[in-house]
């Protein structure tokens, strides 16, 4: 009876400690979180931060930011979400795979054994950008009238998904008579990010290089850039990347005013499909044939403020710019 009596009492404070500790859980509510303004924005990236002010009386188990293209995104219906942790205080998220030139809507989450709360939701728009058929991305700039490319194009399909040729080997590449790509002296590590790479005419031909909704610009379309710059003799300045970093000494004249970022890609040649130029030439096809074996082009030089306009063989490996449609 003694012990009865002791282990009843003992019993029942276990109880209560067992029902208090479910009366907490019971009583928990979803978290409270805030969603701070998004920062360093890019054609597909962004920064933004959350912060967890009460974990509403049960642990955060998750927290992170979701994102999406229409409004009041949740974990379970988003076109992005991350993944940054538990517990209360505040975090940093890095959204990426964003859409270039697109409003996207974003709230941060955070989940405990009641549920997910939210964040108010922020509104922020990528900045205008083109994507290839590769999921390379590409700034673009406005000059006048046109829209550009602010980087030469590195594509190795065509916008129908089809592969576009990789001809390293000289000899093939002068008997070429069909649409190709080649990297500067084959070395794709060093020059494709800075430069893109070098098509020959039947490559642009196809009508199928440029990404959707854009093209290689005609022989038109560049005097409509040039005219608008001024006097071809002395616009190559407003066009080339400043400075020496990718030109060589001197890089007359250059101020890149306009943006377009023009780099010296160099160029490889028809005839035996040798590299040369590199630092010291840009040339760009157009997409206007001048002769049967011919088309226009424009070049620019390290060593002057000019912008040519002549005429070679389709088989030669130059660098490529896009304009929108």
């Known amino acids: 009876m003694k012990n009865q009596r002791l282990i009843i009492p003992l019993l029942l404070g276990i109880l209560l400690f067992i029902t208090a500790g479910c009366k907490k859980d019971d009583d928990a509510v979803k978290p409270t979180i805030t969603t701070e303004q998004v920062t360093a924005i890019t054609t597909t990236t962004a920064t933004c931060s ?13 927290c992170g930011m979701v994102w999406g293209t229409t409004e009041n995104p949740t974990v379970d219906n988003n076109t992005g979400i991350t993944t940054d942790g538990t517990g209360t205080g505040s975090y940093t998220s890095n959204l990426t795979g964003l859409t270039p030139n697109t409003t996207h809507y974003v709230r941060a989450y ?8 939210y964040g108010n939701q922020q509104t922020f728009t990528t900045l205008d950008g083109v994507i290839d058929a590769d999921g390379n991305v590409y700034r673009v700039i406005t000059i006048g009238t046109q829209t550009w490319m602010a980087e030469n194009l590195k594509t190795t399909h065509y ?15 002068v008997a070429l008579t069909s649409g190709a790509y080649c990297w500067y002296n084959n070395d794709e590590t060093t020059y494709k990010d800075t430069y893109g790479a070098l098509y020959n005419w039947y490559a642009v031909n196809t009508g199928k290089l440029a990404p959707t909704g854009w093209h290689v610009p005609t022989d038109a379309e560049w005097r409509v850039l040039i005219d608008y710059l001024g006097d071809e003799r002395e616009v190559s300045g407003k066009l080339k990347e400043s400075g020496i970093t990718h030109w060589a000494n001197p890089n007359f004249a250059a101020t890149n005013e306009t943006g377009f970022t023009a780099l010296p890609g160099g160029y490889r040649e028809y005839q035996y499909g040798a590299f040369d130029g590199i630092g010291n030439t840009g040339f760009w096809w157009s997409a206007t044939e001048s002769v049967n074996n011919s088309a226009w082009y424009r070049a620019m030089f390290a060593v002057s403020s000019i912008v040519t306009t002549p005429n070679y063989f389709k088989g030669n490996g130059f660098s490529v710019r896009c304009i929108r449609d």
């Open 159 to 173: 916008n129908d998904g089809t592969e576009i040729p990789n001809i390293t080997d000289s000899n093939e590449w």
């Open 110 to 117: 955070a989940t405990n054994s009641t549920g997910t709360g």
């Open 50 to 62: 959350g912060n967890i002010t009460n974990d509403g009386g049960a642990p955060v188990t998750a």
